[in-house]
T-cell receptor, first 108, second 112 residues
C-alpha cells in the first residue's frame, strides 16, 4: 500500500530554533511535495522534489531516494512560521497521497 | 496572480439540500481535484478529473458527484447534503510532470 508518514504530529519551539520535520514513504515516487497551511488559510506549495536538496529563504527541503525519506528544515524560526506543514507524494501518477501533517507553533 | 478560485469561502446549508461547489483555474491545467480536509484525517481525495468530461473516483466519493464541462471549471455536487459532510473542501489543479499542485483557498461547508 502506498503510504506517507510524517513526524512529529505537533511541534512547539522557541523563536530562533532550528526546526526539522520528517516524512517517509513506502515505495518509489515520482515527486515529493512540502505544503504549508496557515490557520484558516489555503494550502501553499513550498517545495517539489524528486532528488537532492532545495532552499528558499530560511526553508530547506532534502530528499533521500534510497532511504525513502525527506526532511523540511526551518532555520532561525519565527512566529510567522507557525502553520501546518504537509508532506505529499506522487506515487507515479498525478494524484497526491498526503501525510497527516505537522502542526508547528513558534513561541516568541 | 490568482490561479485557483473557489466559489465560496464559507457556506451553510441544511440537511437534504443540493449543494454546488465550484472551482476555476486559469493555468490551462488538465488535472483537477476535489479534496476534503478534516481534523485528524488530513486531506482525502473525493474525485479527480484528467480532462473535460473525464472523471475518476478518489478515496471517498460516496455522497458526491462532479462535473467538468469546461477545462477551467470543476464542480463538486452534494446531491443531498448530510451533517457528516460538514468539512473544509479544497480544490486543486496540476499540469503535466512534475505535477506541481495549486490549491484554491478552500470552502468551509457547514451542514445543519
Amino acid at each position: 500500500k502506498n503510504e506517507v508518514e510524517q513526524s512529529p504530529q505537533n511541534l512547539t519551539a522557541q523563536e530562533g530554533e532550528f526546526i526539522t520535520i520528517n516524512c517517509s514513504y513506502s515505495v518509489g515516487i515520482s515527486a515529493l511535495h512540502w505544503l504549508q497551511q496557515h490557520p484558516g488559510g489555503g494550502i501553499v506549495s513550498l517545495f517539489m522534489l524528486s532528488s537532492g536538496k532545495k532552499k528558499h529563504g530560511r526553508l530547506i527541503a532534502t530528499i533521500n531516494i534510497q532511504e525513502k525519506h525527506s526532511s523540511l528544515h526551518i532555520t532561525a524560526s519565527h512566529p510567522r512560521d507557525s502553520a501546518v506543514y504537509i508532506c505529499a507524494v506522487n506515487f507515479g501518477n498525478e494524484k497526491l497521497t498526503f501525510g497527516t501533517g505537522t502542526r508547528l507553533t513558534i513561541i516568541p | 496572480d490568482v490561479k485557483v478560485t473557489q466559489s465560496s469561502r464559507y457556506l451553510v446549508k441544511r440537511t437534504g439540500e443540493k449543494v454546488f461547489l465550484e472551482c476555476v483555474q486559469d493555468m490551462d491545467h488538465e488535472n483537477m481535484f476535489w479534496y476534503r480536509q478534516d481534523p485528524g484525517l488530513g486531506l482525502r481525495l473525493i474525485y479527480f478529473s484528467y480532462d473535460v468530461k473525464m472523471k475518476e473516483k478518489g478515496d471517498i466519493p460516496e455522497g458526491y458527484s462532479v462535473s467538468r464541462e469546461k477545462k477551467e471549471r470543476f464542480s463538486l455536487i452534494l446531491e443531498s447534503a448530510s451533517t457528516n459532510q460538514t468539512s473544509m473542501y479544497l480544490c486543486a489543479s496540476t499540469g503535466a510532470l512534475p505535477y506541481e499542485q495549486y490549491f484554491g483557498p478552500g470552502t468551509r461547508l457547514t451542514v445543519t
